[in-house]
């Protein structure tokens, strides 16, 4: 069945454990491919993202084994480098292997990557920083090509702090010869995931908290064993269903300091939020209050991956919000869904205008990608009566569990 019902309208109250970060594990399995040897991955979130990036590794002879949350990726012999475009269409971060088959062969051929249509996100970044490493770049009929008989390292500036191209090249450094140095590159955690399971296999690593990254490169990565770290838009999502329904809840494994912008918006809001090493409580009581103006940015700014969750919040928030997103020109696809639930807003330009209504309905509604979807489900938390979340096959790509992560936190679904 691709939907999801929810009966709304009533308070959440419970406890959940936050699942493996799907904005972690995708790189770090394309880092994999490096190790000639193997790698065992724990805490990974059994998504749709995740069985298509095995189906990536696959295709270039990686053995790869998936039991419980343990992935174990055996990459001695990698026997292509050409990725199926079947799977690579499927998912935007598909991108992210050109740099590790690079780093590891040399080559790789890849048609240009899909996944959600929330924006443009070309990928000149990638390609220019590439070229700069000594790669040669030719394109057949939409299939992409890279080469390098070596790679070098070099000067990578990066004209805008994109996740994707800081990981692309740090992948392609790790093994490429001298020093590599990108500059303004992103700060997001999920970097700093992928630079510690480097170093752990091997990799000579150094960042700062600017935002520039120095690779020297080493002549092979070693057989590692990694945790991937818990997953901070699922916890922000269901934070902002909290700030949407009321209750009072506790995200288990939640790490309070990768939200610090979300949380600072939620206090704003009225949440009572309380940070441990254990995770993160918040009780929410009555309706949130408005947001006058808040614009999405890179790390450690508002992301945009909780923008959607964070609408959904203030459709039912006492008085006038403003949100701006600066970051994809997309993202607001999911205006029209909440509408149908009788959220009052309007789309002017990159921004939206919320009017907060005292309560949402039920209805059915449609998803047209990942962080909407689940935007729509929070939205439906709140809303009185019976709500429809058609395509839910979008939600299934970044959330592991949902419905079972609802039902703990008191939310009938």
Excluded at 12 to 20: K, N
Excluded at 62 to 81: E, P, Q
Excluded at 216 to 245: F, K, N, S
Excluded at 326 to 341: A, G, I, S, Y
């Amino acid at each position: 069945m691709d939907s999801i019902h929810i009966c709304g309208g009533y308070p959440l109250c419970g406890e959940t454990r936050i699942q493996g970060s799907k904005n972690a594990v995708l790189p770090v399995l394309a880092a994999t491919v490096l190790v000639n040897g193997i790698s065992t991955l724990y805490n990974c979130p059994k998504i749709a993202d995740v069985q298509c990036m095995i189906k990536l590794l696959e295709s270039t002879g990686c053995r790869v084994t998936w039991k419980g949350d343990t992935i174990t990726v055996d990459a001695c012999h990698i026997s292509s480098t050409s990725l199926p475009g079947e799977y690579v269409s499927r998912m935007r971060s598909s991108v992210i292997l050109m740099g590790a088959l690079l780093g590891r062969e040399g080559q790789v051929s890849i048609s240009y990557p899909g996944g959600c249509v929330i924006g443009k996100r070309p990928i000149d970044m990638h390609l220019e920083a590439f070229a700069r490493m000594g790669v040669a770049l030719t394109e057949t009929c939409g299939v992409l090509t890279a080469r390098a008989q070596t790679l070098t390292g070099g000067s990578i500036p990066l004209a805008f702090p994109s996740v994707g191209a800081t990981e692309n090249v740090i992948l392609a450094a790790a093994l490429a010869g001298g020093e590599t140095v990108i500059c303004g590159g992103a700060q997001e955690p999920e970097i700093g995931a992928l630079c510690e399971f480097l170093i752990q296999a091997g990799a000579d690593i150094c960042r700062d908290g600017d935002g520039t990254v120095v690779v020297r490169g080493v002549p092979a990565l070693h057989t590692v064993t990694y945790r991937i770290p818990p997953d901070r838009i699922v916890a922000g999502t269901y934070l902002m269903g909290c700030m949407a329904a009321g209750g009072q809840i506790f995200l288990r494994g939640a790490d309070g300091g990768q939200l610090g912008a979300a949380l600072t918006v939620i206090r704003q809001m009225g949440g009572v939020c309380t940070c441990c090493p254990e995770g993160i409580g918040l009780v929410m009581e009555g309706r949130p209050a408005a947001v006058a103006c808040l614009k999405t940015a890179v790390y450690p700014g508002f992301p945009t991956d909780l923008q959607s969750q964070l609408l959904a919040a203030l459709t039912v928030a006492k008085g006038e919000s403003v949100i701006e997103e600066t970051v994809f020109e997309n993202r607001f696809r999911v205006v029209p869904e909440l509408v149908r639930m009788g959220a009052q807003m309007k789309t002017e330009g990159n921004r939206v205008r919320i009017c907060g209504v005292e309560r949402l309905h039920g209805a059915c509604v449609t998803a047209q990608e990942l962080r909407g979807g689940a935007a729509l489900c929070m939205a439906a938390l709140a809303a009185h009566g019976d709500s429809r979340i058609c395509n839910r096959h979008f939600i299934d790509r970044g959330y592991a569990s949902l419905e079972a992560d609802i039902r703990s936190l008191g939310g009938r679904i």
